[in-house]
């Protein structure tokens, strides 16, 4: 998800159905939408598949907490449709194939309050993320539901709502910021730890991801198929908490993170970075038969960035089954969320409740960035904003919130830059435009979200075609 937003970009290009759903090129016919599709109601199917069946065991402890289990998974499914294509069919029951033909659409605002209550039921008989065993990580739990009821609240904008879900996590006691920022997202260290609430933890060679065939540059055997964005890199602070700038002299261009917030390194490397044993090297002046040159045609970064969240710096066996570890849930974003509606409900904004929650985030033992005491809140709902943009990097948030706060046609809207090359003597002739702000930036390509169309996604065409009462024209 985070090619669709202003963090990243797919080095396939302009062109690849990713990029154009955020790009004023989204139809029904893209195939990335159709996939989602698919995907989604095949889980709800399988959902709604066991919730039947089950009915026919005796009633017990365990029977119980799987029917939570199976209702929490089918509301998100619900919840994520409901987010990007809006009014969709809502089905709880089996169908055969000529009823499945024949479902209507529901509204939004319906769904989604049927996943609040469906989210408030599988907290009520789920356990406590604390009662979790190491043999049984990655099954749901009361604080993962109610995190997701917490989202879905600031979907419909019922912000009082959404800070009693946020605030029931924080007063159960269960979770904590961890004290590694990059160790929450390695095999070894992201699964049983205090903070990540909701996770998927791969396991190599058996339920492994290919994470890092897509992500790893060619150095390291992989296809640089995702890279950060420049607009992603100049949103990380300097280390006093003040605004990056290009024109400020603790910018370094041989050093990008050179006296910046500590997340950008833990996040994404570049240019002469060390990353697994070896330097990385991309610019418009080296050699394109080593996948080093930036440019449009060769398998190499297009940014120039690369993503090292997710990574460490130990040798992987097997590039197609790693053991990665995908936050879905953090406490770090429960904290923000929690503030976020407390602003927005109106609720008095204290410097006790910027320490208990955005400070707390940024206080991280290796990250100690300044705290925040904007007690404005149209100021401080821009520190919020872009709090989650660099916490939640890179973790499939960043298109979500673009949307649900109504500026991803402000956002997603001009060109895409990568990474400055200042130093250059390629730079010039070699990118397709020059960076007019005189910094060397490397062109990526542009955007042009449109308002309120992509706001939607539409129905696959496939669907339409099945079944009409899914056309766009429909009720």
Known sequence: MEHLSDNGFDRRGENNAYFQISSGKLENANRFIKLYWDAAYKRIEMCNRF?????KQPDNASKKRMIAEARFLRATQYHYLASYFKDVPLVTTLLSGEEANQVK??????????????FKAAANDLPRYKDITSSETGRACKQAALAFMGRTCMLLKQWQEGAQAYREIIDLGDNDIAPNYRALFLPNTGVNNKENIFYIAYLANYFGSGLPQHLLSAKDGGWSSSNPSGGLFEAYEFTDGTPFSYDDSRFDPNNLGKNRDPRLDYTIYYNGSMFKGTVYRSSPDYQASLKQRLDYSSEASKTGFMWRKYFDENP?????????????????EVLLSYLECMLESNQPITQALLDQTINK???????????????????LREIIRHERRIELAYEGIRYWDLLRWHIAHEVLNGKIWGAPYPNSTQYATATKEV????????YVGKREFRNPQDYTWPIPLAEQNINPNLRENSN
């Open 51 to 55: 919730l039947e069946g089950i009915q």
């Open 105 to 118: 659409k529901e509204k939004q605002s319906v769904i989604l309050s049927w996943c609040i209550d469906e």
């Open 316 to 332: 992987i066996e097997d590039i197609t089954s790693y053991s990665a570890v995908t936050p879905i849930i953090r406490y770090a």
């Open 361 to 379: 985030v940024r206080g991280r033992a290796d990250v100690h960035m300044p705290g925040i005491h904007e007690l404005n809140p149209d100021r």
């Open 435 to 442: 960076d007019p702000t005189g910094h060397c930036r490397w």
